[in-house]
Nanobody, 123 residues
């Protein structure tokens, strides 16, 4: 059973950057698509970005296109979410989740979840 752990969250000013990481120290993530979700206070959880198990396919919610980039380093068993030009509306708890093979943006399709990392964008 996977144990996903997110890291890299924190407080950043508008326009700044953060890089989130999602890793499992015990089991390989090679066969899993990894999805980043976020949930802001009082809002529903939304899928932000997904990368396929091969890394050859990735997608993004419209609100982050051109600002966020997802990548994976299978040698390090880690998936990254590079977040640039951050806005106050990006403030949320960010979760990584895993499902076998291909991407999905639906929470119910995920087999495993991390506990989340808080990103706060504020001056």
């Amino acid at each position: 059973q996977l144990q996903l752990v997110e890291s890299g969250g924190g407080l950043v000013q508008p326009g700044g950057s953060l890089r989130l990481s999602c890793a499992d120290s015990r089991f390989t993530l090679d066969n899993y698509a990894i999805v980043w979700f976020r949930q802001a206070p009082g809002k529903e959880r939304e899928g932000v970005s997904c990368i396929s198990n091969s890394g050859r396919s990735a997608n993004y919610v419209d609100s982050v296109k051109g600002r966020f980039a997802i990548s994976r380093d299978n040698a390090k068993n880690t998936i990254y979410l590079q977040m640039n030009s951050l806005k106050p509306e990006d403030t949320a708890v960010y979760y990584c989740a895993a499902r076998l093979w291909g991407c999905s943006s639906r929470s119910n399709d995920m087999a495993y979840w991390g506990k989340g990392t808080l990103v706060t964008v504020s001056s």
